[in-house]
């Protein structure tokens, strides 16, 4: 989750969700520094959220939406287990 808590990758997440895009169309859709989104890229791609496909000179990142469903489905599992608590009730003892 840390990984798509950054504004910045969140962004890029957005647009790879949309189209896969090499490091010179994100820069021009972000805005962002060259050298600071080839940094987020790399964590991204460590992470397992984008694969990359090399064509020519340029590098292209696609999203792996494989993992975005997995988040999703522990964020879903994670707030179905706290709606089951509240209507419980259920508290710890100090």
């Known amino acids: 989750m840390r990984v798509f ?34 940094n987020h890229l790399r964590v991204l791609r460590e992470a397992g959220v984008v694969d990359t496909e090399p064509c020519g ?7 792996r939406p494989e993992v975005v469903e997995q988040l999703a489905g522990a964020l879903g599992d994670l707030a179905e287990t706290a709606r089951a608590t509240a209507e419980t009730g259920r508290k710890r003892a100090c």
């Open 57 to 63: 000179r340029f590098t292209y990142y696609r999203l």
């Open 5 to 38: 808590a950054d504004p910045l990758r969140l962004q890029i997440i957005t647009l790879l969700a949309r189209e896969t895009l090499c490091t010179t169309h994100l820069v021009a859709e972000t805005g962002a520094r060259q050298t600071n989104l080839s």
